[in-house]
């Protein structure tokens, strides 16, 4: 359970715990100009949508821009749905988020697809994130309400084959944010943060051959959450959603009829403006300009449009150049199949202290029958059992039907 003085407070909690902002926060408690030079972490609303939220992904430290198709590639690279060998299939995602924090914060994830002819795929999706039971008290303390704040998807793909070895996808978003349930802030009611999104993402794979092994050279791009901003009360500033670059590479040997292995990695990072650093006075408050916006120290305006803001993202971090390079992110990960029906995966991301600090190693396996693929998940955080991410576990289950599809194949 979680208690909450403020919206806006609250808000911002979330946010940092859902990413996991705590192995740094809790080495500088403090807040001004000197410590936001050494973190300076990006935050946006609904940061659920870049949580990995399947299993397969989730034991490969969250890689899957480039990774072989499978029915999650919803959230990766919806154009790789054009290269599912089967003609349509669900799958449905349980994870446990955060029980170092809470023990009532969970992530569902369901989609499905269905091969249309031997180009055209489409997909839909949702996910479902529940913050559990929320405590609303007043500035005094007082009691207010209790809530179960939830945050939703609800997506749909079109994937389409270029040439037998590329792929292009498209991906349309409705998210929905209710973090407070009506409750008033400043004598204004709250609001649920809505807002429209779309995914753009391209796929391409090719055979190679390494000495005596066969194999398949794969990449992938996907350009994810290109949408609406979003508020939670009528009149405040809007603030950007977590749109997101990932790119990524594969590489996949067969060792023999029965082996065959895969490595990977993706970098990703956030198309959302950097904080600047605003300058303070002698008193260590902001200082303001004629208009009442505050003086930025260093950087850029953040409250720009959404097509300023992304191409802003490349250019606008205080710190110039190194800064900027600190804002990627990776993801490196290896998946081994016995016979096609047994699988192992480990992995591993990595996040600059400075955006974050999230660090952790991942391990999982996959089980798949006639029908049905059962894959498991579980991370291992940098900072053991004291890190708000420890015991995050991710189970899902695939079903496909239908014959193989020979052109993607």
């Not at 407070?9 to 936001?36: H, K, R, W």
């Not at 479902?128 to 039971?133: A, E, I, Q, V």
């Not at 200082?287 to 992304?310: C, F, T």
Request: charged letters at 20%; proline letters at 4%; hydrophobic letters at 35%.
């Amino acid at each position: 359970m979680l208690k909450g003085l403020k919206f806006s407070c609250l808000v911002s909690f979330l946010s940092m715990m859902i990413v996991e902002f705590s192995d740094v926060y809790a080495q500088n408690p403090t807040s001004g100009q000197e410590f936001l030079k050494d973190y300076n972490v990006i935050q946006t609303p609904v940061p659920f949508l870049n949580i990995a939220p399947d299993s397969r992904a989730g034991a490969m430290g969250d890689l899957g821009a480039a990774t072989s198709p499978d029915l999650n590639s919803l959230h990766w690279n919806a154009s790789k749905y054009a290269f599912v060998k089967n003609d349509y299939g669900f799958s449905t995602t349980y994870s446990p988020w955060l029980k170092n924090l809470a023990s009532d914060v969970k992530l569902l994830y369901l989609t499905g697809f269905y091969r249309v002819d031997k180009q055209q795929t489409v997909a839909m999706g949702i996910r479902y994130f529940t913050l559990g039971s929320v405590t609303f008290n007043d500035d005094n303390g007082n009691f207010v309400s209790k809530q179960n704040p939830n945050e939703f998807t609800i997506e749909g793909s079109y994937a389409r084959l270029f040439s037998e070895r590329m792929s292009g996808g498209i991906t349309f978003r409705y998210i929905v944010s209710d973090l407070a349930k009506g409750t008033l802030v400043g004598n204004q009611p709250t609001k649920a943060g809505k807002s429209f999104s779309a995914d753009i993402s391209t796929y391409y794979r090719r055979p190679v051959s390494l000495g005596k092994n066969e194999g398949e050279w794969s990449w992938g791009i996907n350009i994810s959450n290109i949408g609406s901003k979003i508020s939670y009360v009528e009149g405040e500033k809007k603030d950007f959603i977590p749109a997101n670059l990932r790119i990524g590479t594969a590489l996949k040997v067969d060792l023999d009829a029965y082996n065959n292995i895969m490595f990977g990695f993706d970098i990703n990072k956030l198309l959302v403006p950097t904080p600047p650093i605003y300058q303070l006075d002698s008193a260590g408050n902001y200082v303001y300009d004629n208009a009442g916006d505050r003086v930025i120290l260093e950087g850029m305006n953040p409250d720009v449009s959404i097509g300023q803001g992304i191409i802003q993202s490349f250019y606008d971090a205080p710190g110039g150049f190194s800064e900027e390079i600190k804002e990627i992110m990776l993801s490196i990960g290896v998946e081994y199949w016995y016979q096609n029906q047994f699988a192992i995966r480990a992995g591993y991301f990595n996040e600059a202290a400075m955006k974050g600090n999230r660090k952790y190693t991942t391990v999982g396996i996959g089980i798949k029958l006639t029908l049905l693929t059962i894959d498991f998940s579980y991370l291992i955080p940098r900072g053991g059992r004291n890190s708000p991410l420890a015991n995050t576990m991710r189970v899902s289950a695939i079903v496909e039907f239908g014959k193989p599809n020979k052109k993607a194949k």
